[in-house]
């Protein structure tokens, strides 16, 4: 179920798209309770499709680890249940087990934009270029919020290239030590397989993204109508 963010209803009726509404559209449309709309956002270019896509993915690589985890029914921070729900912030996945650590862990996934001209430039200077920046975004923005609500924040932001950033590495090799203590495999095994199908999954997504602009354009990608898609 990769368009519908593991099954989730997202968002009322009646929830208008930010993307739109920032765009100055004359007319906002609302998402439906899955997030269609914000799937095929002409503003949004596909990236709630391929951040559902990864996340499900993601879900799936836990699932078959020994961690308790939680889905994003559950992610909406307490002290916050009182605002109107576009303006709750909600956590990706939610690791409950403190035998991997302490406090529950929110993880929030990042896939960069390929159409972004300053997350292409920082992907050719280094590997996981766009990604560090992505990552740290994300903790200016939601660490002191974890905090007090007594949970423990992880980023995982990924490349335009499909490679993790450090807060994704890092996660995955603790999850990788933490699998291969209760399996008895090795650490570097399990760490390599985690990585491998995430980050296949986020060239796969570029790709597809990629594609999937050059073909909506209005010249086609070689200067012809282009088909729908």
Request: glycine share 8%; net charge positive; hydrophobic share 35%.
């Amino acid at each position: 179920m990769i368009d519908l963010r593991l099954g989730e209803k997202l968002f009322s009726g009646s929830t208008p798209c930010l993307l739109c509404a920032a765009a100055n559209y004359a007319v906002v449309p609302p998402l439906d309770e899955h997030g269609y709309h914000a799937m095929v956002c002409t503003v949004g270019l596909g990236a709630t499709r391929r951040h559902n896509a990864l996340q499900n993915v993601l879900f799936a690589v836990l699932k078959q680890s020994p961690l308790c985890l939680h889905v994003t029914g559950e992610l909406t921070f307490p002290s916050q249940q009182h605002l109107p729900e576009v303006q709750q912030q909600r956590m990706d996945l939610l690791i409950d087990d403190t035998r991997f650590n302490r406090r529950p862990v929110r993880l929030d996934i990042t896939v960069v934009s390929p159409h972004n001209d300053s997350f292409l430039t920082y992907a050719s200077k280094e590997a996981a270029g766009a990604a560090r920046p992505a990552e740290a975004q994300k903790r200016t923005k939601y660490d002191a919020l974890c905090a007090t609500n007594g949970t423990s924040f992880n980023p995982i932001g990924f490349d335009v290239q499909g490679g993790a950033g450090p807060a994704g590495k890092l996660f995955f090799r603790r999850l990788a030590e933490y699998t291969s203590s209760v399996r008895g495999s090795k650490p570097g095994t399990e760490y390599h397989t985690i990585l491998l199908r995430v980050e296949r999954t986020v060239l796969q997504l570029t790709a597809a993204a990629v594609n999937r602009r050059l073909l909506s354009s209005p010249q086609g990608p070689t200067g012809t109508p282009a088909h729908p898609v």
